[in-house]
């Protein structure tokens, strides 16, 4: 069994802060590159954040760049993404994945991710 369970999304006034966290279970997350989508209505799924398993090198896509921080804890098996500054721009569902083939590339692109979160709802509004 392999599942990546989300929380933390919800409601958020804009220039505030949000962290979703993303738990593995059934597997270990050491070594595979991690990654958060988003999808807004319309739109279609995009990574806005990954981190590398080899290296830690870190990817933002140009909208989210400066405001969120990847990160992860091995010893938790658990990562995150840390969201500040809050836009309303920002709004939309979030999943948690991870690429379980031995490749890093960026951006991080929906096809070459394996195991997802269920989605959590991040709405910034005031």
């Known amino acids: 069994q392999v599942q990546l369970v989300e929380s933390g999304g919800g409601l958020v006034q804009p220039g505030r802060s949000l962290r979703l966290s993303c738990a593995a279970f059934?597997?270990?997350?050491?070594?595979?590159?991690l990654g958060w989508f988003r999808q807004a209505p319309g739109k279609e799924r995009e990574g806005v954040s990954a981190?590398?398993?080899?290296?830690?090198?870190?990817y933002y896509s140009d909208s989210v760049k400066g405001r969120f921080t990847i990160s992860r804890d091995n010893a938790k098996n658990t990562f995150y993404l840390e969201m500040n500054s809050l836009k309303s721009e920002d709004t939309g569902v979030y999943y948690c994945a991870v690429k379980l083939f031995p490749y890093d590339s960026f951006p991080p692109l929906v096809h070459e991710y394996n195991t997802w979160g269920q989605g959590t709802q991040v709405t910034v509004s005031s």
């Open positions: 059934g597997f270990t997350l050491d070594y595979y590159a």
């Open positions: 981190i590398s398993g080899t290296d830690g090198e870190t």
